[in-house]
């Protein structure tokens, strides 16, 4: 009892500075923070590109929507100028002869599908800001807790992602106007500026509209493109981590952000490849169905209006294949990671026992090992080399857990998806040769070749 009270006396009087492990808890060990300024600088660089990305999309009439008279702004700014505008000044620019240049079923048709694009995208991008804001739109809460190390990064994807959108707009705009130029040529007015004014509101329009349809694309692009920097951290993260439950929840974390960027954008993706999809054979049926000649002048609007269509699916298929390529080679990543961490562990292991038989052979040669050794003696050598219950536990717990994470990623790649379709390279494929048989159909039933 004596002695038990002395232990337990001993004990009390540890200090707690002698308690304290020598190892603290991973939640518990701060990284060294960033000076304050420079932490300030770079969220303040992320919010103002935000805010002009914000104030750039209200232009647009995006995130205008919160109200009522803003809800009704925005829609007629958009029936105004994207609808009533081009129809009005078709209407006005009639003119007798002028008939086989420009056809008027061909430019309503034109209109009317690339309306109806501008709509899908306008009203399923302005649910989601509405929704959500711009931050949270776009996955750069700061809540999240990856601002302040991605902010840089943000900032560079916004800008590239704006001068992209600005690329393709010129270059449709400097198209569309130069094929006004063309026509305005052929098909004569009363006065010249009557022609000046009309090339004018047709190129307003027609900016205005394929702005909003590829701004929806551009953002769709953005948000795909934000995700695949915390892939390309997360394939870091593997190099450098070496607990499975962190690398579990991280990838969990990841996938929960495609599965939200898939729910919000399906019905948008969905929409946008029926209309392009109906407007391509309309046009097709329009132009074989048509019994004149067609030329630049009568039927160039046709090929602009394509490119915007084909470019902005593209600009979505392309998006949404990278992240799910990304998503799916996590797989990969994991597998190479756990041969390396296998592997570095059997070498390490086998290293240990060779340099002690070494050293066991060493001795016996130079007769440190004499004969007169008892025979507990000689029985206390088999333990020398060979691994503790604790140590085998040890490595093969670590194997089993780095191998579920494996199969785990390996069975769950995740990916941006449309109703439960993961949008990839087969999907890509089965699109295009669904197209063209459906091409081919429409050929063959409008194109009839008879034998003299």
Known sequence: MAEVQIQIEAQESITPHQNTPLLKNPDETQLPNPPDGEENDKETRLDKTLQRLDFFLSLLGFNNQSSVWSFLLSWSLFLAIGVFLPIVVLELSNCPGCEKDQIKSFEIGIVISQACLAAASLICLSHNLRK????????????????????????????????????????????????????????RHESWWQSAAILVAFVLSWTFVTTIILSACVMFHLVCNLQIIHFEDYGKLLERESDVVVLLQEHARLRYYLSKISHRFRIYLLLQFVIVTINQFLTLFQTTGYKGIITFINGGDFAVSSIV????????????????????????????????????????????????????????????????????????LDFITAPTNVQLASYMSSYHKRLALVMYLQANPGGITIFGWTVDRSLINTIFFIQLSLVTFVLGKTIVVTAE
């Open 309 to 380: 269509q084909v470019v902005g699916t593209i600009l979505c298929l392309n998006a949404a294949a990278k992240i799910s390529h990304r998503a799916q080679g996590i797989g990969a990543l994991a597998s190479r990671w756990h041969a390396l961490m296998t592997c570095t562990a059997t070498e390490s292991s086998q290293l240990r026992t060779s340099n002690s038989m070494a050293n066991l052979e060493t001795a016996y040669k130079s007769g440190s090992f004499n004969n007169d050794y008892s025979e507990s003696d000689l029985e206390s």
């Open 132 to 187: 959500y804001g711009v931050r949270k739109f776009l996955f750069v809460d700061r809540y999240n807790g990856h601002v302040e190390r991605f902010s840089d990064q943000y900032v560079q994807k916004i800008s590239d992602s704006m001068r992209l959108l600005v690329l393709w707009v010129f270059a449709c705009c400097l198209l569309k106007t130069a094929r006004e130029i063309i026509r305005i040529m052929y098909v």
